[in-house]
């Protein structure tokens, strides 16, 4: 017999998603993904997660990782029921997409 | 339930085999040169000289690159390599040619440096089929795809001739002259190591420093230009020895020396990591070697060295310069994403990872550097004068760095260098 699925609002769950993915890192740069500006979007829809992100560089080494652990980290919040992760390139990321704090931890302010 | 996906890249075990031994080779080599210090000051024409440049250059040098170029092909141009499998099998080919090759040439075997050098030779002609097979799978076409491509051109031509060089030297078929030799030097030196380097340093830096918007034209310009000078130089050398061509192909390849350092700096300007690493601070010395072996070679070819000490040390300025630094600064980077990437990628998500800056020794690196740029200093200034208890002394300083680097690259690359992705990966989530 299966466990009954915690039931939260959309809203909320997106609320911890994005909460979530900012315990991931980029394990090269230590500043994770949300500050680095890399997840474009986050939906949910019945307990079911949507992320379209990016990395750095089309030839980033962390191409097939990366992916794997935003999926990963979404499937730990209770009530998300599935994770589904997207790359895209379009458009291409560039570092003005980083946020204040990811800039100041690179020393670039 | 997550699945873990299956990758473009070979196991763990194939580019951690090549890479553990290249670590093999640069002790051997960092131990050598204070102990060969009377031969290295003397002249270049000795076979332990030889065998000590082979060394470096194969199982050292080269052998690092295969091992970087196994595990950087996938991931950083989006190519899948063909045939793994057969890499792994490559490997002890490749190794048995070379620990066979090494002590023959140190002994002057003429037959042994036949029979393990046709082992060598298969070996890297292999390698370099694999790899060229395996480029119709390039999805990134960044410069380091063209420089590769090209280095591996070069990298039969300098096989092709060495092959030659070494079976006729069992066989005397005809006299190999000292031009014809330089011109195998510069083929293996310029050719494949050097546009390898080059190649693989404009992908690192970009990704590494946060370099962004760097235009790509003078890297493209100094490829054709690079290539144009190093062709011309081969043909100079072998058709033309003494004339002028030699000097100004020399020095074209010279300027496009002169053009990478220029553009390395100028990608470095776009970085949006501002504080410099350990590894950077490599990338300096080794960027500072190569304008001064450029420097040493055209002295050389225009007849104003005042001795043939002035040729070793000019292939001491390249290969433990150029890229002994290089090597020893980017393995600060490849092998702990080496390491994360197979043994905390299954968890990564779910639990917390230690950052790639964390499994290196921060303050081993950095005492390393210190001795590695001291006693290579030294060794360089010890070669020029032709002192050997200068080249014994700052060689122990190089040595000892060397030592300090093994260290910190062992704990990460000897696990991987036996053992299966697979194996990692369930290990760590096991744990």
């Known amino acids: 017999m299966t466990e009954p699925r915690l039931q939260l609002p959309d809203d909320l769950l997106a609320a911890e998603a994005w909460q979530q993915l900012e315990c991931v890192y980029d394990p090269e740069l230590g500043v994770n993904l949300v500050d680095l500006g890399l997840i474009y979007r986050l939906d949910v829809k019945d307990g079911k997660v949507q992320v379209e992100m990016t990395l750095t560089t089309p030839g980033c080494p962390m191409s097939d990782s990366m992916p794997d652990a935003v999926e990963r980290a979404l499937l730990t919040i209770p009530g998300v029921a599935h994770a589904s992760v997207e790359v895209v390139w379009e458009p291409r990321w560039v570092p003005e997409m980083m946020s204040e704090r990811a800039t100041r931890e690179l020393g670039w302010v | ?431």
């Open chain 2, 1 to 431: 339930m997550m699945t873990i996906k299956p990758k473009r890249s070979p196991g763990p075990d194939l580019p951690g085999r090549y890479l553990v031994t290249g670590l093999v080779g640069f002790m051997i080599f960092a131990f050598g040169v204070p102990l060969l210090a009377p031969e290295l000051v003397r002249t270049n024409d000795d076979l332990r000289v030889f065998a000590l440049t082979h060394l470096a250059v194969l199982g050292w040098i080269t052998m690092t690159m295969f091992g970087a170029l196994y595990q950087l092909f996938p991931v950083a141009l989006g190519g899948t390599v063909r045939s793994p499998r057969l890499g792994r099998w490559n490997y002890w080919l490749l190794a048995t040619g070379i620990a066979g090759f090494v002590p023959s040439f140190y002994r002057g075997w003429t037959a042994g440096v036949a029979i393990f050098g046709s082992l060598t030779v298969g070996g890297i002609l292999h390698f370099a089929f694999q790899l060229l097979r395996s480029y119709p799978s390039v999805r990134d076409w960044h410069p380091m795809a063209y420089y590769v491509l090209a280095a591996l051109v070069w990298l039969i031509a300098t096989i092709g001739f060495g092959f030659v060089y070494a079976l006729n030297w069992h066989f005397a078929w005809f006299r190999v002259t000292d031009t014809m030799l330089a011109a195998h030097v510069q083929m293996g030196l310029a050719g494949w190591l050097g546009l390898t380097l080059m190649g693989v340093s404009y992908k690192l830096t970009e990704l590494f420093a946060l370099a962004h918007g760097h235009s790509r034209a003078l890297t493209f310009a100094n490829l054709g230009v690079w290539n144009v000078a190093l062709l011309g130089l081969t043909l100079s050398l072998l058709f033309e020895p003494g004339g002028w061509l030699v000097t100004g192909f020399a020095g074209l390849l010279a300027i496009a020396a002169l053009l990478h350092v220029v553009d390395i700096a100028l990608l470095l300007r776009t970085r949006r990591r501002r504080k410099l690493t350990v590894e950077q601070w490599h990338t300096f010395v080794s960027l500072g070697s190569l304008l001064a072996a450029a420097a040493l070679g055209l002295l050389l070819v225009s007849g104003h060295a005042p001795g043939r000490n002035w040729v070793v040390a000019y292939g001491y300025a390249a290969l433990a310069g150029w890229f002994g630094f290089a090597i020893v600064g980017k393995s600060y980077k490849i092998l702990p994403f080496l390491s994360w990437l197979h043994r905390f990628s299954g968890v990564a998500g779910r639990q917390p990872v230690p950052l790639l800056s964390e499994l290196v020794d921060q303050r081993l690196a950095w005492s390393s550097f210190g001795l590695l740029a001291v006693g290579f200093t030294g060794v360089l200034v010890g070669l020029l004068l032709g002192d050997a208890t200068v080249v014994r002394t700052a060689g122990a300083l190089y040595a000892a760095g060397a030592l300090l680097f093994a260290l910190n690259a062992a704990r990460l690359v000897l696990p991987l260098a036996f053992l299966r992705r697979s194996q990692l990966v369930s290990q760590e989530m096991t744990a």
